[in-house]
């Protein structure tokens, strides 16, 4: 039997991300059983960019539950992530285990290519923010192949899936997950799906995800996009260059400038006015 793994990006129990979840794998079959981990039951810590695990057979040295879930993602044959939108953002969660993505890439082999579903819930439609496409962008830059992502809008615990044709999304969402995968939507990046552009130049747009570069023209239709030079951010290739070849040899260049470097911070060191809380 294959295994699903849900993650809960989220403080509620039975939350719409959980629910959605639980629709969405139960369209994939009876072959197929869910486990869910909650993310707020884990012990996550920010990464304190130290750079101990680029070096080669070592592991991070916060000592916290990520290689636990590093585990459970190895031996899930999909993953669904859901999180709700929390300040025009996803909940911080997320961003959490998006922020250890040095330590998780250096075990991309693990994860690489194995299909994903992203779901995001919001309270208020045109409040959304850029939740989907960050939480789109943590599990690309992990290495899966994300198969489908979609927002949904409901802000109390249930309404998830009460919205007109939620139930029927979500459900295709399930098949897409060992089915055919979703196209880019009107506006999204045809690389990532990100809907976040920069226009450097008024007839230039570029996706600050990954890269990839379009025009806007005047057609017959109005304007329109023209994708040129696909996004490389997420290629299994520039992941692996970048986690685990150019960051190691910053720590390189970084062990060969110290003297230089040290000079500079100890410029700024001082007896600081550093305010902290009181504590009993």
Not at 97 to 115: C, E, M, T, V
Request: hydrophobic content about 40%; proline content about 5%; charged content about 25%.
């Amino acid at each position: 039997m294959k295994k699903i793994l849900g993650l809960v990006a989220s403080q509620r129990k039975l939350a719409n991300g959980e629910i959605l979840i639980k629709e969405a794998s139960a369209s994939c079959g009876e072959e197929y059983e869910i486990e869910l981990i909650r993310l707020a039951d884990l012990n996550l810590q920010p990464c304190r960019g130290c750079y101990t695990c680029l070096a080669p057979g070592k592991l991070c040295p916060v000592g916290d539950d990520l290689y636990f879930l590093a585990d459970r993602l190895k031996e899930a044959d999909a993953v669904i992530l859901a999180a709700p939108c929390y300040a025009l953002g996803p909940a911080a969660l997320t961003k959490v285990l998006g922020d250890r993505i040095i330590a998780l890439a250096q075990r991309l082999d693990d994860f690489w290519g194995k299909p994903c579903l992203v779901i995001a819930t919001a309270g208020i439609k045109g409040w959304e923010g850029y939740t989907l496409s960050a939480m789109t962008t943590v599990m690309r830059f992990m290495g899966f192949r994300v198969k489908d992502s979609h927002m949904f809008i409901g802000a109390l615990p249930g309404e998830g899936v009460l919205g007109e044709g939620y139930v029927d999304r979500t459900r295709q969402m399930g098949q897409a997950l060992f089915g055919e995968a979703r196209q880019a939507s009107q506006g999204e990046c045809p690389s990532c799906w990100s809907d976040i552009w920069k226009f450097p130049a008024p007839d230039k747009a570029v996706c600050p995800m990954c890269g990839q570069e379009a025009s806007l023209v005047s057609g017959d239709a109005g304007v329109e996009w023209v994708f040129g030079k696909p996004g490389v951010q997420f290629t299994r290739e520039h992941l692996i260059d970048h986690f685990q070849g150019w960051l190691r040899g910053k720590v390189q260049e970084f062990i060969a400038r110290r003297r230089e470097l040290a000079e500079v911070r100890n410029h700024y060191k001082g007896e600081d006015n550093w305010a902290l809380p009181e504590r009993d």
